[in-house]
């Protein structure tokens, strides 16, 4: 990196944070990182689920190279959520150079178990989910959300065998407990422990993993009345006659599609007042930083883990290939001493790129086997030089729907699968709410082939457990009329 002295690293991470709500003006901390670092407009997750996006962002490798697909809350499929032994993450790659502490969401599950819990952890791992209930309870305060705040989902575990689950709604609610006994209060509070307890003789590290904006929408004041009308994109609302019909066996679609236009006016309202607690947790620890004279040497990423439909599509929550679920903020601030030569980048990058790009920039060595690239080159004002990014979906409690994308140029190929039934959309990037699907359109058709192909070599590559046939393109045109 030139630097002979390792930087202060804060990754903070939101959940569920759609990257189109920023920049409105009530993000301004948010914002601010943005300006004074480097901004991707075209960053991918590499799967819009919590546990797979986590593994892939926190391992550099796509979830088929990682071993780690779904959420598999149930004990079925479980195997199927883990990171494989052996393979490194960024806290294990960076506990022993760095003061390390870990606050908030922790869904990076592995085969050897959940770190926090692990005899060899040397990251400090303080107000994390686990210990948020026995808080709660302490206080005698009740958790955000409840019965009202979920509905009744079937969802499909082994491919063959379906549950009732239950799936959080678009509902809406003030949580009358105050935000110390919000979730994120309760993170923030994490982080501010950090800050002050650190070991200020070795570089501090901090990943801030907040639960905000994922639902319950369930918030307190000020923030579930601080926001007051909100635009909503044309798409919300709205179902298109070409998008893929397999939405409807998934719950994004068993819930999102029973809202109207003017049903989602409220949820868009409350949403953006979360994001907006988000960023005043942003700015606490931004502030914190600057108090201890160190916010100059800290390198800091803000991201998601993935995004959240919102009504975009007729669908809620994430768990598609559409941008509103799968695209990401993704802002990297620098220490001083470095100046960036690209401050906006349109790159297509993904989570997975994160971590080769940490290595790079504070002298770290990079595991080989990593499916991400350093970003470096593009900070440094060149051309990456990469063809494709690919994103995968595998089911979320079992594996079950299906989905494969791949993000080449300004183009857009995602295969929806649900038992034997494949639908393929094609998307440019220009269509900001992705309402032509280009894949109907017979005049796209070597386009459609080419990408599948790429497709096809990366699954091929990466050891996907499923297959395209070789006449997918020619079964969807069949089966759908376009021929």
Not at 28 to 52: H, M, Q, T, W
Not at 434 to 448: F, I, K, M, P, Q
Request: a negative charge; charged letters at 25%; glycine letters at 10%.
């Amino acid at each position: 990196m030139g630097n002979m002295k390792k930087p202060h690293v804060v990754v903070i991470m939101a959940d569920q944070l759609r990257y189109d709500v920023l920049g409105k003006g009530f993000t301004p901390n948010i914002d601010r990182l943005a300006k004074e670092g480097v901004r991707f407009d075209r960053a991918y997750c590499a799967s819009p689920l919590c546990v797979p996006a986590r593994g892939a962002f926190f391992t550099g490798r796509y979830p088929n190279e990682n071993g780690s697909l779904i959420n598999a809350w149930g004990t079925v499929d479980r195997k199927y959520a883990l990171v494989r032994s052996g393979v490194p993450n960024l806290y294990q790659m960076m506990e022993n150079g760095w003061d390390s502490w870990h606050t908030g969401k922790q869904h990076l599950f592995t085969e050897e178990g959940q770190m926090e819990r692990s005899a060899a952890t040397r990251t400090h791992w303080i107000n994390t989910e686990d210990d948020y209930g026995p808080y709660l309870k302490q206080h005698g305060k009740r958790r955000p959300g409840g019965p009202a705040f979920s509905g009744r989902v079937a969802e499909m575990n082994l491919g063959r065998v379906t549950q009732m689950q239950r799936y959080s709604i678009p509902a809406t609610g003030c949580y009358e407990e105050g935000f110390d006994y919000f979730f994120d209060g309760y993170f923030l509070k994490g982080a501010m422990t950090a800050l002050r307890e650190r070991d200020r003789s070795k570089p501090f590290l901090l990943n801030a993993m907040f639960l905000a904006p994922h639902p319950p929408l369930d918030i307190p004041e000020p923030w579930y009345s601080k926001i007051r009308e909100v635009t909503m994109p044309e798409n919300v609302g709205q179902w298109y006659a070409h998008q893929s019909p397999l939405q409807m066996y998934n719950l994004t679609g068993i819930l999102g599609a029973r809202y109207s236009r003017e049903e989602w006016q409220e949820v868009w309202r409350v949403y953006a007042g979360l994001t907006a607690l988000l960023d005043d947790c942003v700015g606490k620890i931004t502030d914190g930083l600057k108090a201890q004279g160190i916010y100059d040497d800290t390198l800091i990423v803000f991201t998601s883990d993935h995004g959240e439909m919102l009504g975009s599509h007729s669908l809620w929550q994430k768990m598609c290939m559409y941008d509103e679920s799968a695209k990401i903020p993704l802002y990297i601030k620098f220490p001083i001493n470095f100046v960036p030569k690209t401050t906006v980048s349109d790159e297509v990058v993904s989570a997975v790129d994160v971590l080769p790009t940490l290595c790079d920039y504070a002298g770290i060595d990079t595991p080989a086997g990593l499916s991400g690239r350093s970003l470096m080159p593009v900070i440094n004002g060149e051309r990456l030089g990469r063809d494709s990014i690919f994103i995968q979906y595998d089911g979320n409690a079992g594996r079950s729907n299906f989905q494969r994308c791949v993000v080449r140029g300004d183009y857009k190929l995602i295969v929806d699968i649900f038992k034997d039934e494949i639908f393929l959309e094609l998307y440019h990037k220009d269509d900001a709410g992705e309402t032509n699907n280009l894949a109907c359109d017979g005049g796209c058709r070597s386009l459609v082939l080419r990408m599948l192909a790429d497709l096809r070599a990366h699954m091929a590559r990466t050891g996907d457990l499923l297959s395209l046939p070789q006449d997918v393109y020619e079964r969807f045109a069949a089966d759908y009329g376009w021929q």
